[in-house]
């Protein structure tokens, strides 16, 4: 070719060319970053745009905020994870009773408006067993499921119960599956997954800066990247077996007993698909929906009628909200307002987490 620059102009044209190519930046570049921004007199942020908003839109604000903030989009840690940078926003979280699916697990998915003041950076994926064995080898850490003997999985009937010997390493499932680094770990708990956080957190210096998984309202808002609707997506359910890893016709396949409902469709997957493998929603994060359900760090429970800014814990009676959806639900159980709680000592073979650095900025 000659000239050479000519194809890296026709790469960057192309709206995935920089998504896949995280920017080189470190975790102490990024902390450096903060804390100037933190001493810097600020500008106005950019506006975000009124939800419910367009995947353009979306795009559009992330790259606007983090430029406004001098922080990159998306880029990757020493441990592999990449991050995206969620910007603050103002939404509507749960569903409409009208919405197909809505409540359907007994969960309140009432409307409420809420603001969310700050941005945050999420891990694009859900937490691999790649990445877990790293926590487990420097911490010579047991979970709460090897502790207990086991975690929750189906038998080879099919029955949801307690399955003595199932662990992080063994997620039990009724059908042939080899785990590999790339999955998601599942059979870990709450406890567990902050545990995890606590390791992270030990690098971090700058004041301010936390590494914990997302509150229940960060987790809707960067799912949604501006849908109002059912799915990241839109309204409908899936039929390409491209967006999300849920209950389908491959997991019939290998199960013939599985005695609930698929979907009839077909996404490749019976049990974990490696992370990723499915299409990102428009800010960026990969298997928001379906999977495995992911934790959040706030309890369930009602969502207030009164707006609110920054919400926290609801109900701390309650379990903690798990989100999203796995690899063995249906549509209503995938949907962006779906919710789930589980105690803090819990886990399963369809439950894993995510991680979020939260921001002390503007
Ligand atoms: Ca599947
Ligand atoms: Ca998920």
């Not at 960057?12 to 896949?20: E, I, K, L």
């Not at 409409?96 to 945050?120: A, I, M, N, R, W």
């Not at 099919?158 to 998601?184: D, I, S, Y």
């Not at 997991?251 to 013939?256: A, F, I, S, T, Y």
Request: proline share 8%; aromatic share 12%.
């Amino acid at each position: 070719m000659r000239n050479p620059f000519a194809l890296l102009v026709v790469l960057a044209g192309t709206p995935s060319f920089f998504a896949q190519e995280p920017a080189k930046w470190s975790r102490e570049e990024i902390e450096k970053r903060v804390a100037e921004i933190q001493a810097e007199k600020r500008k106005m942020p950019p506006p975000g745009p009124k939800f419910p908003f367009t995947a353009d839109a979306a795009r559009k604000y992330q790259r606007d905020y983090a430029a406004w903030l001098g922080l990159p989009v998306e880029w990757k840690d020493e441990l592999g994870f990449t991050f995206v940078l969620i910007p603050p926003g103002e939404f509507r979280i749960g569903s409409t009773k009208d919405e197909p699916g809505h409540s359907v697990s007994g969960y309140d998915e009432t409307p409420q408006q809420v603001t969310l003041t700050k941005p945050f950076y999420l891990a694009k994926h859900e937490t691999s067993v790649g990445q877990f064995r790293q926590f487990v080898k420097a911490n010579e850490y047991r979970t709460d499921i090897e502790k207990t003997g086991g975690g929750n999985a189906h038998d080879d009937k099919a029955v949801w119960k307690h399955r003595p010997g199932t662990t992080w390493l063994k997620p039990g499932f009724a059908g042939p599956f080899e785990l590999k680094e790339e999955h998601p770990v599942v059979h870990v708990s709450h406890t567990d997954s902050r545990a995890f956080c606590a390791w992270l957190q030990k690098n971090v210096k700058t004041k301010g800066v936390v590494i914990e998984l997302p509150t229940e309202a960060q987790w809707e808002w960067a799912c949604r990247a501006g849908s109002g609707e059912r799915y990241w997506w839109g309204k409908d359910e899936d039929t390409t077996g491209k967006v999300a890893n849920v209950g389908e016709r491959s997991l019939k396949k290998v199960q013939p007993d599985w005695p609930r409902t698929v979907m009839n469709m077909d996404d490749g997957h019976a049990f974990l698909a490696p992370v990723g493998s499915y299409q990102a929603n428009a800010f960026g994060l990969h298997d928001m929906l379906g999977n495995v359900w992911e934790f959040c760090s706030t309890h369930y429970g009602l969502y207030p009628k009164e707006p609110a800014t920054d919400p926290g814990d609801l109900d701390p009676k309650r379990g903690f909200a798990v989100r999203g959806g796995g690899w063995s639900n249906i549509a209503a159980d995938v949907r962006c307002g779906s919710r789930n709680a589980d105690p803090p000592h819990f886990g399963h073979s369809n439950l894993g987490f995510r991680v979020a650095i939260l921001l002390p900025v503007p």
